[in-house]
């Protein structure tokens, strides 16, 4: 189980890492690419991890990933994602994604039902605040009201 910690750490790999200390820790990928950013893109079984020039900046996680953020396992427990919106309290959605900055994750595929999309995405801090001006209220879901 890889333990979550906001904006710190994923598991003994924390942000602003190296590629070096990423693949030190997470082990060899199955593939390494660059995004059209130029960001490194290290891909696992279970993980993509993003290394741009200030290092680790986020760490995606696919269905098969045994993940806990606050106790709390996505991929398993159906509450999920209605507990981590009203932990946040001010779930966002731009792009297709519920944004959760205040816990420094997305969320795809758990709000639309679509199986086939579900992932996380834990990333570092202002990763996302170029997009923040176009980033919509999501209604907490109807359980949490």
């Not at 199955?30 to 200030?54: F, W």
């Not at 731009?94 to 039902?113: E, W, Y």
């Amino acid at each position: 189980m890889i333990i979550i910690t906001p904006y710190d750490a994923i598991g003994p790999v924390h942000f602003g890492m190296s590629e070096i200390e990423v693949r030190r820790l997470f082990g060899n990928p199955e593939a390494a690419t660059k995004d059209s950013r130029g960001n490194t893109v290290l891909r696992y079984d279970d993980k993509i991890a993003t290394i741009a020039d200030k290092g680790l900046v986020e760490v995606g996680f696919l269905p098969n990933a045994s993940i806990s953020v606050f106790g709390i396992t996505p991929f398993s427990d159906p509450e999920a994602f209605e507990k981590l919106c009203e932990l946040d309290g001010d779930p966002k959605e731009v792009l297709g994604f519920i944004i959760l900055l205040n816990l420094g994750l997305t969320m795809t595929g758990f709000h639309d039902g679509d199986e086939s999309q579900k992932a996380i995405t834990v990333f570092s801090r202002n990763r996302w605040d170029v997009l923040k001006s176009e980033m919509k209220s999501y209604p907490l879901p109807s359980r949490l009201v």
